[in-house]
C-alpha cells in the first residue's frame, strides 16, 4: 500500500526559508511524477510544484516560480520542496502526492496518492 509521510513543516518568519521532505513507500515511485499542493483556510487545494518521473520536467505555480524547487531523491523515495523567500500568504497545509500516469496536472482530482499534510505558517 502506497504511503507518503510529510514530517516537515513548522513556523518561520517572513523571508526564512524551509525544506519539506515527503517519503514514499509501498510503490516504484521511480516511475512516477511527484508533486506538492497546498490549502489555506477557506481556500481550495492547488498545486504548488511537480516533477516527472525522471526529473526532467518540473512544473511550478505561479506564486512561487523563483522561490521554491521542487527535488526527489531516487535512491531514498523522496521528493522535497525547498522554499526560500517565504511569505504570509504561503502559510498553508502542504500535501504531498503521486501521479502514477505521469500527468504533473495541477488538478487534485489526477493525482493517485496523498499524504496526511503538513503545517506550515509564515509569521509577518
Known amino acids: 500500500q502506497v504511503q507518503l509521510e510529510e514530517p516537515g513543516g513548522g513556523l518561520v518568519q517572513t523571508g526564512g526559508l524551509l525544506r519539506l521532505p515527503c517519503a514514499a513507500s509501498?510503490?516504484?515511485?521511480?516511475?512516477?511524477?511527484m508533486g506538492w499542493f497546498r490549502q489555506a483556510p477557506g481556500k481550495e487545494r492547488e498545486c504548488v510544484a511537480g516533477?516527472?518521473?525522471?526529473?526532467?520536467?518540473?512544473n511550478y505555480a505561479d506564486p512561487v516560480k523563483g522561490r521554491f524547487t521542487i527535488s526527489r531523491d531516487y535512491a531514498a523515495d523522496t521528493v522535497y520542496l525547498q522554499m526560500n523567500s517565504l511569505k504570509p500568504e504561503d502559510t498553508a497545509v502542504y500535501y504531498c502526492?503521486?501521479?502514477?500516469?505521469?500527468?504533473?496536472?495541477?488538478?487534485?482530482?489526477?493525482?493517485?496518492?496523498w499524504g496526511q499534510g503538513t503545517q506550515v505558517t509564515v509569521s509577518s
Open positions: 516533477v516527472s518521473w525522471n526529473g526532467g520536467v518540473r
Open positions: 502526492a503521486v501521479d502514477e500516469k505521469n500527468r504533473i496536472l495541477p488538478v487534485t482530482g489526477s493525482w493517485a496518492y
Open positions: 509501498g510503490g516504484t515511485f521511480i516511475r512516477y511524477a
